[in-house]
């Protein structure tokens, strides 16, 4: 609503059967690819004039490029492990992004995070 924008830490989506299985935060990649990251997310979310949390999902290719594959606008999987390791949870600062509140802190209090996607089993 006011054009604030935040990002939070980049992660490491590990992908099993085409589902996310587990996120890594922070992403183990070097700083200027981090920096890339953050830019490319922030200028996507720009340019769609997105409010509210969005899931910006990437690509890192063998030669170090960065590409953008898909945004999601909501929060998202690969950001749940911002409720225990983040000072504002990516479901906080939606709801503040949509009421037009000053967007919390998305520093990690913890060194390190994982997220395992748990899955239920169908029956039949």
Known sequence: IDGQIVNYPVVESIQKN?????????ASINNKLVKKALEL????????????TIGVEMFCTKDN?????EM???VHNS???TIEACECSQFENHVRAILGLPLGST?????????INLLGEKEG
């Open 41 to 52: 997310a922030t200028k996507a979310v720009e340019t769609i004039d997105g409010i509210g």
């Open 72 to 74: 999601a606008p909501r």
């Open 107 to 115: 520093r990690m209090i913890t060194p390190a995070a994982v997220m």
């Open 65 to 69: 490029k960065i590409i953008l594959n």
């Open 18 to 26: 085409h589902i996310c299985h587990i996120v890594r935060a922070p």
């Open 79 to 81: 950001g749940h492990y």
